[in-house]
């Protein structure tokens, strides 16, 4: 194996670029995007999230973000903010493939979820290709 590969293995496994956020206790909420057409992460790719306001359906921006050299995006909600409620992640995937010489056929992916018990750990990962996308819930 070459040293090249070996320093971005190392890379996926100890990033050196980690943020407080991500070196201490992860936060209540994260996400991690994969471009499975290619088997990378995919890297710099702005999102954002939201929380609905029950009263009127109306979206009130939480953060927004661009997901690292991991594909991950830490920091998105503490703790504190994280409360129960329906949430929004959406992933501009136009942006994320033009900056690959591509197209997409989504322009972009929102992710729509509610949170019941904030005091739990939630993982939202999104698998992404040119032509379809699949999430799930992880841990």
């Not at 790719?45 to 939201?50: E, I, K, T, Y």
């Not at 921006?61 to 830490?74: E, S, V």
Request: hydrophobic share 35%; proline share 7%; charged share 15%.
């Amino acid at each position: 194996m070459s040293v090249s590969r070996l320093q971005k293995l190392k890379g996926h496994i100890l990033p050196e670029n980690k943020s407080t956020a991500m070196a201490g206790s992860p936060g209540p909420l994260t996400t991690h995007v994969l471009n499975t057409a290619s088997g990378i992460p995919a890297s710099n790719m702005a999102l954002s999230l939201s929380r609905q306001v029950p009263s009127t359906n109306d979206w009130t921006l939480i953060t927004t973000g661009t997901t690292n050299d991991d594909g991950r995006c830490p920091g998105l909600i503490t703790k504190e903010l994280f409360t129960p409620g329906v949430y929004r992640l959406r992933f501009d995937t136009a942006q994320y493939w033009a900056s690959m010489g591509d197209t997409s056929f989504y322009p972009y992916v929102e992710i729509v979820f509610t949170i019941n018990d904030p005091g739990l750990k939630y993982h939202v990962p999104l698998l992404l290709s040119r032509f379809s996308y699949s999430t799930y819930r992880g841990s």
